[in-house]
């Protein structure tokens, strides 16, 4: 058996299951209330966060070089281990008090107008890989809005580890109830709110998370030749005791419906967009739409890791209250701005992905990093007074940031993949139609860097040139904002699933110079 003691005195006994990792069975444990790691942002097997972090009473496994680098020989020793990367086998257990990536974020109910008083309850979902966020509506007002981790997050950080465990027997119906008792946990909660059930709902989300969902098969999506047997535009039963919900389009294997519900919500808002334009929405998979015209539309997608969704990084947390946001450079050294408000003392305050970008944004202007985002001493008086934190921490080169934070250089390299990713996908796209950046009227950038990302740090890290700095928009949740526009407007449901027509996708991955071009944009600076 796996003997499992928690933090707070819980004694669980599951059994053995060779098909799972041991993280995977700690995820899944039925506790009777919320899960052991319920809202914990894993990284599922990747090594990298920590936070799936367990010690073993007796006869722990051998540790993996993963595990040296992210834990120390001393706490090898003491038997703490990284159970993501060990099987489901006979244990017995200790598991630390879970760190958690905060609450629900809720925003305020605003008040309806007397003329929807008698409107009808609608859901409106945008499904991340990584996030849920959600709007309940009354008509066309706001009943109540939040977001949290997408509950799957333990079976899968990226979309193809989670394609991967829908491929085994029984996973894809574990991770499609796994979202379908969110689902109806949200619509009950908004039924509550309004005094009557929700009655409409649509949900928009990356293919692969659409696909888990509506309980498709997955094979088209999780092998190449990567295809689309089942490609949205359509109103479907999810389940008997949810309503009818809408899928925007599928516009591409990895260019869903987030993608069509964002263009509606640009194509609807209350600017026209000015053609071309780029939309970029950014998270564990990268969604580009060059909009040549309105009848035009180019696409690309490339996998970028949850970097940018602060997953799997050293101190990597989702976007909560006592998280860092940003890093400023002053003639102090790096000052550090929060979320909300600073941790509390009892808090781990971590910091989201776009705090690790700004972060560092502000050490490649020091002179700490250099163009290949390796660490260096500089010869300024302000970069050498930042780089005397910079030691070796399990044997892997770090930089102290204060407060018990330091950036690995794992870290720094993940931060560049991710930067080579986005650089290559706007590069081909602007390549394959003849345009030079300046010619771009806009880039709306949505998902996990879609509020508060700054474009000074991304021009400095070389996500975007230097001529589409000023054009930079912030554009928010555009798959939430297009989601509630496609449960109200007939116009606009008409308008986007006549969308997949005018669409052409870049098959990027299947290009032979894909590894060189991707090697070649593995740079600090932008590479046309």
């Given at each position: 058996?796996?003997?499992i003691?928690?933090?707070?005195?819980?004694?669980?006994e599951?059994?053995p299951?060779?098909?799972l990792?041991?993280a995977?069975?700690?995820?899944l444990?039925?506790?009777?209330?919320?899960?052991?790691?319920d809202?914990?942002?894993?990284?599922a097997?990747?090594?990298?966060?920590?936070?799936?972090r367990?010690?073993?009473?007796?006869?722990?496994?051998?540790?993996?070089a993963?595990e040296?680098r992210?834990?120390?020989?001393?706490?090898?020793?003491?038997?703490?281990?990284?159970?993501?990367?060990?099987?489901?086998?006979t244990?017995?257990?200790?598991?630390?008090?879970?760190?958690?990536?905060?609450?629900?974020?809720?925003g305020?109910?605003?008040?309806?107008q007397?003329?929807?008083?008698?409107?009808?309850?609608?859901?409106?979902?945008?499904?991340?890989?990584?996030?849920?966020?959600?709007?309940a509506?009354?008509?066309?007002?706001?009943?109540?809005?939040?977001?949290?981790?997408?509950?799957?997050?333990?079976?899968?950080?990226?979309?193809?580890?989670?394609?991967?465990?829908?491929?085994?027997?029984?996973g894809?119906?574990?991770?499609?109830?796994l979202?379908?008792?969110?689902?109806?946990?949200?619509?009950r909660?908004?039924?509550?709110r309004?005094?009557?059930?929700?009655?409409?709902l649509?949900?928009?989300?990356?293919?692969?998370?659409?696909?888990?969902?509506?309980?498709?098969?997955?094979?088209?999506?999780?092998?190449?030749p990567?295809?689309?047997?089942?490609?949205?535009?359509d109103?479907r039963?999810?389940?008997?005791?949810?309503?009818?919900?809408?899928?925007?389009?599928?516009?591409a294997?990895?260019?869903?419906?987030?993608?069509?519900?964002?263009?509606?919500?640009?194509?609807?808002?209350?600017?026209?967009?000015?053609?071309?334009?780029?939309?970029?929405?950014?998270?564990t998979?990268?969604?580009?739409?060059?909009?040549?015209?309105?009848?035009?539309?180019?696409?690309?997608?490339?996998?970028?890791?949850p970097?940018?969704?602060?997953?799997?990084?050293?101190?990597?947390?989702?976007a909560?209250?006592?998280?860092?946001?940003a890093?400023?450079?002053?003639?102090?050294?790096?000052?550090?701005?929060?979320?909300?408000?600073?941790?509390?003392?009892?808090?781990?305050?971590?910091?989201?992905?776009v705090?690790?970008?700004?972060?560092?944004?502000?050490?490649?202007?020091?002179?700490v990093?250099d163009?290949s985002?390796?660490?260096?001493?500089?010869?300024?008086?302000?970069?050498?007074?930042?780089?005397?934190?910079?030691?070796?921490?399990?044997?892997?080169?770090s930089?102290?940031?204060?407060?018990?934070?330091?950036?690995?250089?794992?870290?720094?390299?993940e931060?560049?993949?991710?930067?080579?990713?986005?650089?290559?996908?706007?590069?081909?796209?602007?390549a394959?139609a003849?345009?030079p950046?300046?010619?771009?009227?806009?880039?709306?950038?949505?998902g996990?860097?879609?509020?508060?990302?700054?474009?000074?740090?991304?021009?400095?890290?070389?996500?975007?040139?230097?001529?589409?700095?000023?054009v930079?928009?912030?554009?928010?949740?555009?798959?939430?904002?297009?989601?509630?526009?496609l449960?109200?407007?007939?116009?606009a449901w008409?308008?986007?699933?006549?969308?997949?027509a005018?669409?052409?996708?870049?098959?990027l991955?299947?290009?032979?110079?894909?590894?060189?071009?991707?090697?070649?944009?593995?740079?600090?600076?932008?590479?046309?």
């Open positions: 058996m796996i003997r003691h928690t933090h707070d005195g819980q004694h669980l599951l059994a299951d060779q098909r990792t041991l995977q069975a700690i995820f444990a039925p506790t009777g209330g919320a899960g052991l790691w809202g914990v942002p894993l990284c097997g990747l090594g990298k966060c920590g936070l799936c367990v010690r073993y009473v007796s006869a722990a496994p051998q540790a993996t993963d040296a992210r834990l120390g020989q001393a706490s090898l020793d003491q038997g703490w281990r990284l159970s993501c990367l060990h099987p489901a086998e244990c017995d257990i200790e598991l630390p008090e879970p760190k958690r990536s905060g609450r629900p974020r809720q305020q109910p605003q008040p309806a007397a003329a929807q008083a008698d409107a009808d309850i609608a859901l409106a979902v945008d499904l991340g890989t990584t996030s849920v966020h959600w709007t509506l009354m008509g066309r007002d706001v009943l109540a809005s939040g977001q949290e981790l997408n509950p799957q997050m333990g079976l899968g950080s990226e979309v193809m580890s989670r394609l991967g465990f829908a491929a085994r027997p029984g894809a119906e574990i991770l499609q109830n979202i379908l008792d969110r689902l109806r946990q949200l619509a909660a908004a039924g509550a309004a005094g009557r059930p929700v009655t409409r649509c949900v928009a989300g990356n293919s692969a998370m659409t696909y888990i969902l509506l309980g498709l098969p997955v094979g088209g999506l999780a092998r190449a990567y295809s689309l047997g089942y490609a949205g535009g109103d039963s999810i389940a008997p005791d949810l309503p009818e919900t809408r899928i925007p389009p599928l516009l294997p990895f260019v869903g419906g987030d993608l069509s519900a964002g263009l509606a919500a640009l194509t609807f808002g209350p600017e026209a967009p000015r053609y071309p334009f780029l939309l970029a929405d950014l998270g998979n990268g969604e580009f739409v060059l909009a040549l015209s309105p009848s035009e539309y180019l696409l690309a997608s490339v996998p970028m890791g970097a940018l969704e602060g997953v799997g990084l050293r101190h990597g947390r989702t909560a209250a006592g998280a860092v946001r890093f400023a450079l002053t003639p102090a050294g790096l000052k550090p701005e929060y979320v909300e408000r600073p941790p509390l003392p009892d808090e781990d305050p971590g910091i989201t992905g705090g690790y970008l700004s972060l560092a944004a502000a050490l490649l202007r020091a002179g990093l163009e985002g390796r660490f260096m001493v500089p010869a300024t008086p302000l970069g050498q007074r930042l780089a005397k934190g910079l030691a070796s921490v399990n044997g892997e080169a930089l102290a940031l204060g407060s018990g934070l330091f950036l690995p250089a794992s870290d720094v390299e931060l560049v993949k991710v930067k080579a990713a986005f650089n290559l996908a706007l590069s081909r796209l602007l394959e003849a345009l950046a300046s010619a771009l009227a806009a880039v709306h950038l949505a996990a860097m879609g509020e508060h990302v700054s474009a000074r740090d991304l021009v400095t890290l070389g996500f975007l040139p230097e001529a589409l700095a000023g930079l928009l912030r554009a928010g949740n555009t798959s939430l904002k297009g989601s509630q526009l449960l109200n407007s007939p116009e008409d308008w986007v699933r006549a969308l997949p005018k669409c052409r996708a870049l098959d991955a299947s290009d032979p110079g894909f590894g060189s071009l991707y090697v070649e944009r593995m740079v600090l600076r932008h590479v046309a």
